[in-house]
């Protein structure tokens, strides 16, 4: 089987061979991978609970529910602190992922296990070796721009840390990524430091130094490498005197960053002037990444959904250099991977690996509600069954369901995709939304994606007075009758240097274009709910706030110190009311406030 090939064996067309014949029978993959999960754990509670029979899926379905994870919250929270006996699954959980905690303002406990880990070398030898075909890499380095936040014990001694970071620090990442020849050019001293911004430094420092050999440039998200290189913007300088002079900038304090570094530096006047040249002559920093790495092939990370809205910065600092989406998972375990990496980003599907889990998909077309029947309290919505990993239909829309070997029975991931082909008889999906992260003040229902395409058009009337909305997000205010939403946007700093934008005497211009922008947020929602409630008042006017420069990075350096990982963090795009935090830091920042006058 694929997960158990040898890691020093490693072959692409091999592997490309081996997940044809996986997917060519998902059907019957899926329902041995099933049999295999109830079977390892047919004696924990949670499955005792539930009495039953068989294994199959029909029966599986029937006796066991539908959950979320507050539903699980409890068992996972009893293995936290310590119970040993067989709760979720006969074999001990030993170790503990943290999500990233923006989307609900707390990180979630989910269990993590050597399985994961296994699915985890399975997703990413299976993408590369798709990727390997296009863009063959040959004994070159990798700049992975990649960041392992700290483990703790928790109450009951079971090491807890990001996903991420349980992954990192696994000795099969590192002998994956050697064998697939995209080792990291930075030591573990730099991934594993205890400060995250003297290790992106550090990364980028590393990077400079084995410029030559870099052929792919990674993160885990699109985010990471778009604030990378605008740190870069700002301490290039310092990386070039520190290349000339062979010693490390006294920004980075950690002794073990320090001595791992101090082997790798030594004086190179010629390389630090070049790169210094490079730098000058570059406009606004279009094509950097190029410029700096000749030999890199690809840009390589997640971006879509939520991070599809740094795309067009990415696509600033790559040129032409092919921007390709990694494999689409989640704090709780992978899903699919990309096997079409010729598709641009957001296009990007993801073929599901039949063997790393079992999968339902919840159809929404059948249970979605028109306006009318929302406004009738006599109507009654029953969510449709689930369907089988084969029995989704291309084009339909579905929310996934998953059971996986580390404990998670029926899982709602709460995550929207559509299908969009298959690849042999395993479907290939496109992320749309999370299903949860909804903008709702009356009937109205609008996602993030549709957030997004709000932000999007009004960001083109932006850009052509060369604001750029460097970040943004929203909440719901209830505290003004009706409620309304409000979007807060942080712009660049050559606007708020060359227009003074959070002075009382702001230029007219600006202040005309983004109340304009305001309108042009408030048309662009165009759910049916949301411009019906417009129009009769039952939703106020929307609200756009403009936040000082360095504001979403005062979010970011909230999350990192409750002890998300860099590499995992996401801005949450929809703020509740339990992020007080975030929160406070949006509402201490504001400098500017435009209503829209779109509905009259």
Not at 192 to 197: A, E, I, L, S, V
Not at 278 to 291: G, N
Not at 431 to 438: A, I, S, T, Y
């Amino acid at each position: 089987m694929l997960e158990k090939k040898m890691v020093d064996d490693f072959d692409s067309e091999e592997f490309i061979q081996e997940f044809d014949l996986l997917t060519k029978d998902a059907e019957r993959v899926q329902k041995e991978t099933l049999k295999k999960i109830l079977e390892d754990n047919r004696d924990t509670e949670y499955l005792q609970k539930w009495r039953m029979e068989n294994t199959d899926p029909e029966t599986y379905r029937n006796c066991v529910p539908l959950v979320t994870h507050n539903d699980l919250e409890p068992y996972i929270l009893r293995i936290v602190d310590g119970e040993t006996t067989p709760i979720l699954t006969n074999k001990p959980i030993t170790t503990i992922s943290l999500s990233s905690g923006t989307t609900q303002g707390r990180p979630k406990f989910v269990p993590f296990n050597d399985e994961l880990v296994d699915t985890t070398m399975q997703i990413y030898k299976t993408s590369f070796s798709f990727r390997n075909r296009l863009f063959p890499v040959r004994n070159g380095k990798a700049l992975q721009f990649i960041y392992s936040s700290k483990q703790f014990k928790t109450k009951g001694g079971l090491a807890a840390g990001t996903a991420t970071t349980n992954v990192y620090r696994s000795p099969q990442f590192k002998n994956t990524m050697n064998s697939m020849q995209t080792p990291c050019c930075s030591p573990d001293e730099v991934i594993f430091g205890p400060d995250f911004h003297q290790s992106l430094y550090c990364h980028l420092l590393c990077a400079l130094i084995n410029r030559d050999e870099i052929q792919v440039i990674s993160s885990t998200f699109a985010h990471s490498i778009v604030h990378a290189f605008r740190t870069f913007e700002q301490v290039w300088e310092d990386l070039c005197t520190d290349i000339r002079d062979g010693v490390l900038n006294s920004r980075i304090t950690a002794p073990s960053i320090r001595t791992a570094m101090a082997k790798l530096l030594e004086p190179n006047p010629e390389l630090a002037e070049m790169i210094k040249n490079k730098c000058l002559s570059l406009t606004d920093w279009y094509r950097l990444i190029p410029e700096l790495f000749p030999n890199a092939m690809y840009v390589y990370g997640i971006m879509t959904g939520s991070m599809e809205p740094y795309l067009k910065k990415l696509r600033h600092y790559a040129g032409d250099l092919p921007l390709l989406s990694s494999d689409y998972g989640s704090s709780e375990g992978w899903i699919g991977a990309n096997v079409n990496p010729n598709l641009p980003p957001e296009r990007s599907t993801y073929a599901v690996l039949p063997n790393i889990g079992y999968f339902e998909f919840i159809p929404l077309k059948e249970s979605a509600v028109d306006v009318k029947k929302q406004e009738d309290e006599s109507f009654l919505c029953v969510e449709p069954k689930p369907v089988g990993l084969t029995d989704v239909k291309v084009g339909e829309e579905y929310e996934i369901v998953v059971t996986n070997f580390a404990g998670l029975y029926r899982y709602r991931l709460g995550d929207v995709v559509k299908v969009m082909g298959f690849y042999n008889s395993t479907p290939e999906l496109q992320f749309v939304c999370r299903r949860n992260l909804v903008l709702n003040i009356n009937i109205d229902k609008n996602t993030e994606k549709d957030l997004q395409l709000a932000v999007e058009a009004a960001g083109k009337l932006a850009a052509k007075e060369r604001i750029e909305v460097v970040d943004f997000t929203s909440i719901v205010d209830m505290s003004t009758d009706p409620g309304h939403y409000v979007i807060f946007w942080e712009l660049n700093n050559e606007i708020i240097n060359k227009y003074n934008i959070d002075d009382d005497n702001n230029d007219e211009g600006i202040s005309r274009l983004l109340s304009e922008c305001c309108n042009c947020l408030d048309k662009s929602f165009v759910d049916a709910g949301y411009v019906s409630s417009r129009k009769v008042r039952a939703i106020g006017p929307l609200e756009l706030r403009v936040v000082k420069r360095g504001t979403f990075q005062k979010i970011l350096d909230h999350f990192i110190g409750q002890g998300s990982a860099f590499s995992q963090y996401k801005t949450p795009r929809c703020v509740g009311p339990s992020n007080v935090h975030v929160l406070q830091i949006l509402s201490n920042n504001v400098v500017e406030k435009y209503f829209s006058t779109a509905f009259g």
